[in-house]
Structures are given as C-alpha cells and as structure tokens.
C-alpha cells in the first residue's frame, strides 16, 4: 500500500508540474488559461510539491498569495494528515 500511494504521489506531482508550465506558457502566449481552481485543486488532491516546485521552477504563480501561502498550507496539511495516520498504525 505504501509503495502504491508513493508512485500515487510521485505522477500527481508529476502531472501537476507540467501543468504548470503548460499554464505558463499558456500565459506567455496569451492563450485561453487553465484555472486557478484546476492549479489549485491538482495541489489538493497529491500535487502540492509539484505545484510548490512549478510556482517556483516556472515563475509562475509568485504574486498570487493563494498560491505563495495556499501550496505550502496544502503541503503542511498534508504532512500533518500523513504523521497523524502513520502515528494511529503505530
């Protein structure tokens, strides 16, 4: 199960990061964006690092405080949720 919810994790960032840059070029482009909601939302459900590491690898993102304070809040509460599991089985 463990090794299941890490390769779970490792695609999410994955995929998240790369949406990411997709969104940034996108910007750059002047295309039709993806939404913040969907940026957010990738983060929530397993991508928080690979959107931590998009905003910061990218430059995309880093004056929008629901993304500079939000993704490291997402990750926090997440680390939190993992050691409270990992301590209830222990």
Do not use: C, N
Not at 20 to 36: F, L, M, N, T, V
Request: a positive charge; aromatic letters at 12%; hydrophobic letters at 55%.
């Amino acid at each position: 199960m463990k090794e299941f919810i890490l390769g779970y994790i490792l695609l999410i960032s994955l995929v998240t990061f790369v949406v990411y840059g997709i969104d940034k070029a996108k910007a750059r482009h002047h295309q039709r964006r993806i939404s913040e909601a969907t940026l957010l939302s990738l983060a929530a459900v397993g991508g928080s690092v690979g959107a931590f590491l998009g905003i910061w690898g990218w430059r995309h993102k880093t004056r929008h405080k629901s993304f500079t304070i939000g993704i490291p809040a997402i990750i926090f509460a997440q680390v939190a949720i993992a050691l409270w599991v990992m301590a209830d089985k222990y």
